[in-house]
Structures are given as C-alpha cells and as structure tokens.
C-alpha cells in the first residue's frame, strides 16, 4: 500500500505547483489536475516528442504530471465551478497557485471551502506570499530565484564574472517541496484530531531559508558568502573540491575526511595503491587517524595541526585522483565513506551503476501511442511505502465524465 494511496488532492493547474502535485501523485495520492478548457499552458512547453509541436507531446508536460488524473473546468463558468465545489469537498488537499484575490472574488477561498468541508488542508504557493502586494507582480523563476538569494552562492571563485543561476526550475521546485512538506504535516495534524488548514507559501521566503549558509550567516553576523567553484560559497576561501583523475575525467570531492576513522581508511586506501611513500603528507593523515576528541573544524585557518591535517586528506584524494579512473575513484570512495561525485552529462547519469541499481530510471507505459518511455524514477526511497509512476500524464480532460460523473 502506498502511503498516500486514500488522499485525494486538487492541483489547479499552475507552473510553480506542478512538481508538488507529482511528487503526492507518484507517492499514491489521488491527484486531480483541474485546467481550463484551453489547457495549462505548460502543455505547449518544448521539447516535444519526435519535435512535432502538439500539446500531448510534450515531454515537459509529461514529466510534471505523472500518475494524475486530468479534468477540465471553466472556473469562470458558474456551472462548472459549481462542479468543481462538489469535487473539492471530496479533496483532502487543494493545491493552487492562483493569482492572490482570484480564489476569494470566485467564492472559492479557505473561508468559504471549510464550511462545506472542514478537514481540508489548502496549500496556496505565491511568490512572496498570499497577502504581499509583490505576489500581483509578474514573476519567473528566474525572477524568484534572484529574489530569494540562492544565485548569490552559484558561481566561480573569479568574483568579475556574476552569479550562475541553478537551472532545472529550482524555484518551483522549492516551493513544490515547501508545499508537500506542509502538506504532509497538516495531514498528520487532521490524523491526530485536529482541524484542516490552510496554508500559505511563499516561494522567495522557501528560497531564502535554503541558501545553505548565507542567509544565517548574514543574519548572525553580518557576514556575507562569497561564491565558489563548485564547492559551498562561504565568508573566506577553501579549498578547491574539483580533480582531474587519471581518465581525464573530473570528480568533485565534496567532503573530504574529518573523522578519525576516515583519515584512517583513506591512509589505508593509499597503502593498498603503493602510494604512501610517495605523499609527505601521510603523517597528517595519521595523526587525524589517532586523533583523540573532537576535531574542531571551525579551527581551520587558525589552528596549524588542524588545518594541516584536514588538508592532507583533501591532498591525499587529489594524488588517488590522479592515478586511477573517476569510477574507480568513485567507488573508492564509497567504501571509504566519503562523500563523491563524477561529474556527468545528464545523459550518463541514467545509464551509472549505481541510479540504475536503485530504480531511478522508470520505464512508463504511453498507451496512445503504444510505447514506453524511460522517466526519472523516485526522488527519495522508502523502505515500507512503495513510490511508482502509476500512469502517464493525462490529455486534457482525460478524465472529466470519470471524476465529476462520479459526483452526480
């Protein structure tokens, strides 16, 4: 049984919240995605399958809107609004991202859903906030990502060049999680007894409480991060992360040791390469491996023994590095505990060892057009709740006689 399998949702069919609605969907939840009679406007998002521009051959649209149910509705239409009331007093969730004031000129608001249906959970996603005057602005998500400051991080140590915007929607998607979160939690709340709610999300506050270290940075001390290359922007430069192995091929260390025990295996790693003699630093590593207490990494720059031995772990994986492949590397670092990634094309990714072990890419089932098609498979695993992609996502109106014929 999925963990969402008798939670029925609403999606009012809007970009910033279409990843919330797949995310609830593909966990089991009966999703509804309600569009005007033209349909949503991301059905004419590129690309388009075998490049024909059609509005059911969008691979945008596909991805977004796996395992739903799709209706349409008119709701400036008094009749089918009328419909789509029924269908949301049926609704556990009701999702939206309607321009603020829209939902209340149409009598649709919390104030008046609650009244017909008092456990609903309705979870509104606007820019800044349903009651901020900025929500009525126009806004993308590259506009909502320069607001909420994660651009301020992304980039290059060369500070002449600007900030590096993070593609993939990281906006919406933001503020999708943000909305799921919330979701799930006020679902918990009604469980144990309470009342529905409703639910306000602002996506440049979501943003701005996921800028890693900058926001509290600046709001403790006044400090402000400074980007870095491929590694965590912070207040004063560290160490590069990237390194070209013995292929040709780059890897980004991450996380270097910072324990004892992973000083120790990566001393061990480089014994078993015949790589010690060589590297000076060895007895760094030694000494992070017999240290005693805590290894205090606030006290690098300042603290000669610490930094020294922190960075010969950094060295030490520049040197592996340079003599064996990026998997091998890779690998090696997974038996060492140590945090590292090739650096792939979005293509590779699909085809590593390690995505195709654990499920991500999904093969779904196009009935239509009766072939199948490979998606990016589960965000996140559960042991006891399985995730699948139940179905494609749906033409519009696919499914309106089914859903409201069922109301009548």
Not at 24 to 48: C, K, N, T, W
Not at 128 to 151: I, K
Not at 292 to 313: M, Q
């Amino acid at each position: 049984m999925s963990v969402l399998e008798e939670i029925r949702v609403v999606e009012l069919a809007g970009e910033p919240i279409a990843y919330a609605g797949k995310l609830l969907a593909d966990m089991g939840a009966d999703v509804i995605l309600v569009e005007p009679p033209v349909g949503d406007a991301s059905r004419l998002f590129p690309p388009f399958l075998d490049d024909v521009r059609d509005p059911e051959r969008s691979l945008h649209f596909w991805h977004y809107h796996t395992s739903k149910r799709g209706v349409v509705c008119d709701l400036d239409d008094p009749r089918q609004r009328d419909r789509l009331l029924k269908l949301i007093d049926t609704a556990d969730v009701l999702l939206e991202a309607e321009q603020p004031g829209r939902l209340m000129d149409l009598g649709m608001d919390y104030d008046v859903l609650s009244l017909t249906n008092p456990g609903l959970v309705h979870v509104a996603v606007t820019p800044y906030g349903r009651h901020e005057a900025a929500s009525q602005l126009p806004a993308t998500d590259l506009t909502l990502m320069a607001a909420g400051g994660p651009p301020w991080s992304c980039g290059y140590d060369d500070h002449s060049l600007p900030p590096v915007r993070g593609w993939g929607k990281q906006a919406f998607h933001t503020g999708s999680h943000f909305a799921v979160m919330s979701a799930l939690t006020a679902l918990l709340h009604r469980g144990a007894g309470g009342p529905g709610q409703f639910v306000d999300v602002s996506i440049t506050a979501a943003l701005n409480v996921t800028t890693e270290a900058a926001s509290y940075t600046w709001l403790v001390n006044g400090g402000t991060v400074q980007r870095q290359t491929g590694r965590h922007a912070a207040t004063r430069s560290t160490g590069e992360t990237q390194m070209r192995c013995a292929d040709g091929r780059w890897v980004n260390t991450g996380v270097p040791p910072r324990f004892p025990v992973e000083f120790g295996r990566l001393l061990a790693w480089l014994e078993r390469l015949g790589l010690k003699e060589e590297f000076p630093e060895a007895v760094f590593l030694e000494m992070g491996a017999n240290w005693e207490g805590p290894f205090d990494l606030s006290l690098i720059g300042s603290d000669e023994t610490i930094t020294a031995i922190f960075s010969s772990g950094r060295e030490g994986l520049q040197l592996i590095a340079s003599r064996i492949s990026a998997y091998e590397f890779f690998i090696g670092c997974q038996d060492a505990g140590l945090a590292v990634g090739v650096i792939y094309s979005p293509e590779e990714v699909f085809e590593d060892p390690h995505f195709v072990a654990r499920g991500y890419p999904t093969e779904v089932r196009h009935d239509d057009l009766d072939r199948s098609f490979r998606y990016p498979g589960a965000p996140y695993r559960f042991t006891r709740t399985p995730w699948a992609i139940s179905r494609r996502a749906p033409k519009l109106g696919e499914h309106t006689d089914e859903v409201f014929g069922a109301l009548d």
